[in-house]
């Protein structure tokens, strides 16, 4: 692995995905990469062979581990902005025969100036990754930010342009007008056509995550005088806005080779809010639509969504694929468990309107707060279970308390046993008494 003593760790999720800073966009990711310091730094910080990811804001380097290990990740974290100086490549014809390299010069954490060598091996689009690293150091994305989010550096009644600053409840009112206006023209130019609403895909993004976090923010201070309307449209709202996209989406074009090994990640960090609103559960096909509806533009095809979750078990993260009896798929948490799913079902079918009439998977849903198709797939394993036994009628599916549950289901004759020895004796005397005639 190596060792980091001059950068700051990046911060990787459960599922091994970078955690982004705000406004940041993933750029580029390599694989068998090095980072080095020269000279008589190079004992303070030598990282080899892991994944280096060039965004907008930094370079994070982290091990590239596969599989689930006690040790956590070595990781660093670069800023383009500490970066002073970048070193044009020497083009020679011995740099035809060796690993593509890059050199810059950095201001470390201790304040100390190094220089990092890039050392990239295999076979790589190294002119694209080089002029990808220039437009990010040279767009400075990590300077811009939002003016209304800006502290005054100076208090009085006048602002930095001379103009007079409004104080007191009418300046808040004036604040909170400009910001609506803002927003709404963002709306109306992003909606205009296709082409602008793609153009302004990031600023949409960002808008709905400030919005979100309001939202979460508002609920926590919430009065009980709030009615139920204006609670219902706000879950809506938050409900909408979780939805709305994802700011760096993995694609084939930035990560090459790893695709699928990101995609998998990314979608594992993904899922995390879904399964807890769908109670630790839910349908292959609604995942589907809900991450390619988050993931904009870059939609993804059903073979690569299920490459990635079959990939799951080889990795360390926290949800996994599972296949019914019946053939449904489902995505859940590796924490979850169906006995907590079964005791809530044998409580539903013990109530006495149940006992009389059954139960059927809208039923169990319902009560469960699962969606039906799930509900039936619980329904019949714990009819293999024992649990329950079901009647097939007209209106479908009925099920009920299993009201003999020591009978063995994979021996169900067992209690006709002891009697069967009976058998040829009393067939035997009625073929005597019959004379012997059939």
């Not at 190094?114 to 002119?127: P, Q, S, Y």
Request: hydrophobic residues 40%; aromatic residues 8%.
């Amino acid at each position: 692995m190596g060792n980091n003593r001059l950068f700051e760790t990046a911060t990787l999720t459960s599922s091994g995905r970078p955690v982004f800073l705000p406004n940041e966009v993933e750029c580029q990711l390599l694989s068998n990469v090095d980072l080095e310091a020269e000279e008589e730094s190079s004992s303070l910080f030598s990282l080899q062979s892991g994944l280096l990811i060039l965004t907008t804001h930094r370079l994070l380097w982290f091990s590239s581990s596969s599989s689930s290990s006690a040790a956590p990740p070595v990781s660093a974290s670069i800023p383009l902005a500490s970066i002073t100086h970048i070193f044009s490549p020497k083009k020679s014809i011995k740099s035809i025969f060796t690993s593509h390299r890059i050199r810059f010069q950095v201001t470390a954490t201790d304040s100390r100036s190094v220089v990092i060598k890039v050392v990239v091996r295999g076979k790589v689009d190294w002119d694209g990754f080089l002029g990808n690293v220039w437009d990010c150091w040279r767009g400075r994305a990590w300077e811009s930010f939002d003016t209304s989010e800006r502290p005054c550096a100076s208090g009085g009644l006048y602002g930095t342009d001379g103009s007079v600053r409004m104080v007191g409840v009418a300046g808040i009112l004036r604040k909170e007008q400009e910001m609506w206006e803002t927003t709404d023209k963002s709306l109306q130019d992003a909606f205009q056509d296709l082409n602008a609403l793609m153009s302004k895909a990031k600023e949409m993004v960002m808008l709905a995550e400030k919005m979100r976090q309001k939202l979460l923010s508002g609920s926590s201070t919430q009065t009980s005088s709030t009615n139920e309307d204006e609670i219902g449209s706000k879950e809506e709202m938050h409900d909408w806005l979780l939805s709305v996209g994802i700011v760096s989406p993995v694609t084939k074009e930035s990560v090459g080779a790893l695709y699928h090994q990101q995609l998998l990640r990314q979608l594992a960090d993904f899922v995390r809010n879904p399964l807890e609103r769908a109670g630790g559960m839910i349908n292959l096909i609604d995942i589907y639509c809900l991450f390619n509806r988050a993931r904009g533009t870059e939609l993804i095809s059903p073979d690569d969504l299920m490459q990635a979750c079959s990939l799951w078990q080889k990795f360390d993260v926290p949800v996994m694929l599972r296949k019914f009896d019946s053939g449904v798929m489902v995505i859940q948490n590796k924490s979850h468990s169906d006995e907590e799913i079964f005791n809530r079902i044998r409580a539903v079918v013990k109530k006495s309107e149940a006992l009389r009439a059954g139960i059927s998977a809208s039923d169990a849903a319902i009560t469960i707060g699962i969606a039906p198709a799930m509900a039936k797939e619980y329904l019949l394993s714990a009819e293999s279970k024992g649990l329950l036994c079901r009647d097939i009628s007209p209106d479908g599916f009925r099920f009920y308390i299993n009201l003999f549950p020591n009978i063995d289901s994979l021996d169900v004759y067992l209690e006709m046993r002891a009697s069967s020895k009976k058998w040829p004796l009393m067939v035997e005397q009625k073929w005597w008494r019959g004379g012997g005639q059939s």
